[in-house]
């Protein structure tokens, strides 16, 4: 299987011309009046440092006059990534609008002018001055894009054979942090570089943030504090919301209670999107009937969220919520206390674990529980497989097919239609990589160092057959992030969350009033997208739901 190619590096420079006009546009006059009013004018000599790689740069630049080069020192060389001239600017929204560490060095090419706007002003102009705020975040995107596919960034070397290598992988690629991914198994030149940076191999995967911040094998917290994604909030601080999770419905929350002016801070545990970030294609989503993925959807929303105040913290795990009548406190997996006036539980739902002999000891080495870029890149089989019925594994063998060979589709039952959207059952069966096995189930993974085969049986006739592969990929029913919540909120017997007419009257604490549509058995206390008790497993329905909870939190407040 292998991977899209990245835009190629030409004579030292990255090659981003087909991009040049949305992501390095140049500013008219008005506009530049406008950022003139926010900035403080500074003034840079010639080979001196604006912004350096590796440390957090919060401000906004735009050059009003000489040149400035964007530069990213790597392990192997030294890349230019592009020029700006008068009139251009520099950033990306995950530096300026997250805080994390700037992945590329700005540094004068002749003396300069520059404009300084702060991150608070920046924001100020994206909510309140579209006519410049639009141009800017257009340019944002198409950088981020450009970086994504350049392989611009913080670097990761590392076995594609490391479940760890995997999962660092796909902790910084949907939390929207561009990074170049260094294989161990295919580079000749990579023990040279570990031994210049005096690491042993045993000791990757490795993540090279800056000369100064270089991580081993670093966890997905020590990941998110080096890169400024989890924040050390205030316990002092009285938010209007606290959201619990960042898929669609959590997401969508934070747009609008941001944009409607209430203090908001979204609490997740991995990152953002949830299961809708697992999806390398969603074609059913109104208003892009050209489809879009999971991560590009995630990447719009958390930007829209942060543009208009709200703030993130990555990775923050709740494991306990304390409840009043007025306040709700939230207490982290690393003691931090966050208080409330409402809450907002969108944990959502993980696909089932297969059952299967061998599952275990191949996770996040040959079985994945998504299917993105990140899952398909680390198979190098022919043959890739997908097992279940419902449209995410359908998404999942119509993406992977443009990878593999070959795709086979495995389901329980007899018949996909059960289960699986029409338009989708159509583009498979058209599809002359993609294979379908009914009632037929995986009875053991094997192999040595890596998974190297599957056996399958049809659950009819009880026969067997082996299938050569290292790559399956499991979209098996759902399991409710639920059994950290306290008793005060009721469940039904699937671990789902009730709300609304679901709750008895015996169950709920709301006096005289019945509790709202999306409000739980606690006042102020609401659920939205998977976690949900006989919630619609769509995205849109997700988005919503956490739309329609600030309606009702605001009626709260």
Not at 429 to 436: A, E, G, L, V, Y
Request: include cysteine; charge should be negative.
């Amino acid at each position: 299987m292998t991977g899209k190619k990245p835009i190629q590096f030409k004579q030292n420079m990255i090659e981003i011309s087909e991009k040049k006009n949305i992501a390095f546009p140049e500013l008219n006059d008005n506009q530049i009046a406008i950022i003139e009013k926010f900035a403080e004018l500074k003034y840079f000599k010639q080979g001196e440092t604006i912004f350096e790689a590796g440390k957090p740069n919060r401000k906004f630049f735009a050059i009003k006059k000489g040149q400035v080069e964007i530069v990213q020192k790597l392990t192997d060389e030294q890349k230019t990534i592009t020029i700006h001239s008068a009139r251009e600017f520099t950033g990306d929204p995950t530096t300026i609008l997250s805080g994390t560490p700037s992945i590329a060095s700005a540094i004068a090419v002749v003396d300069c002018e520059i404009y300084a706007v702060s991150n608070q002003d920046l924001k100020k102009i994206l909510r309140e001055i579209p006519t410049v705020g639009d141009v800017i975040l257009q340019a944002f995107l198409a950088r981020q894009t450009i970086a994504e596919e350049a392989q611009i960034g913080i670097e990761i070397i590392g076995s594609r054979y490391c479940c760890n290598t995997f999962r660092v992988r796909d902790f910084l690629a949907k939390n929207l942090i561009p990074h170049r991914w260094i294989d161990i198994e295919d580079n000749s030149e990579v023990q040279n570089i570990l031994k210049e940076l005096e690491i042993e191999t045993e000791q990757t995967p490795v993540v090279i943030c800056s000369d100064n911040l270089i991580l081993k094998n670093p966890s997905n917290e020590e990941l998110g504090k080096a890169l400024n994604l989890k924040k050390s909030l205030d316990d002092r601080q009285i938010f209007d919301i606290a959201i619990i999770g960042a898929g669609p419905a959590g997401l969508s929350a934070a747009v609008y209670a941001a944009s409607e002016g209430l203090k908001t801070v979204v609490l997740e545990k991995d990152s953002p999107g949830g299961q809708a970030s697992w999806s390398a294609k969603i074609e059913n989503y109104m208003g892009f009937p050209v489809s879009l993925s999971g991560i590009e959807l995630t990447n719009r929303a958390t930007i829209q969220a942060k543009k208009f105040g709200a703030v993130f913290s990555i990775p923050a795990e709740v494991v306990n919520m304390e409840l009043n009548s007025d306040y709700k406190t939230l207490e982290l997996a690393d003691g931090q206390k966050i208080t409330a006036k409402n809450i907002l539980i969108t944990t959502g739902a993980t696909y089932r674990q297969l059952p299967a002999e061998g599952c275990d000891r191949f996770m996040d080495a040959g079985v994945y529980y998504s299917a993105t870029d990140v899952e398909a890149l680390m198979c190098h089989s022919p043959t890739a497989i997908v097992v279940g019925g419902a449209n995410s594994a359908g998404e999942a063998a119509i993406f992977l097919a443009e990878y593999a060979e070959k795709v086979m589709l495995l389901i329980r039952g007899d018949d996909l239609s059960k289960s699986m959207s029409e338009y989708l059952i159509a583009r498979i069966k058209s599809n002359d990589k993609i294979t379908i096995l009914t009632n037929t189930e995986i009875g053991k993974l094997k192999g040595d160092r890596i998974l190297e085969s599957v056996e399958i049986f049809n659950n009819q006739t009880g026969a067997t057959q082996t299938l050569e592969t290292n790559a399956v990929y499991i979209f098996i029913g759902v399991v409710p992030h639920t059994d950290w919540l306290p008793a005060e909120i009721k469940l039904d017997q699937n671990g789902f969350i009730k709300t609304g007419r679901q709750i008895s009257k015996s169950e709920y604490g709301y006096g005289s009033r019945a509790p709202f549509f999306l409000e739980t058995s606690y006042p102020g206390v609401f659920a939205a997208g998977d976690v949900r008790s006989q919630s619609i497993k769509r995205v849109t329905s997700a988005v919503g739901e956490g739309a329609t909870v600030v309606q009702y939190a605001l009626e709260i407040l």
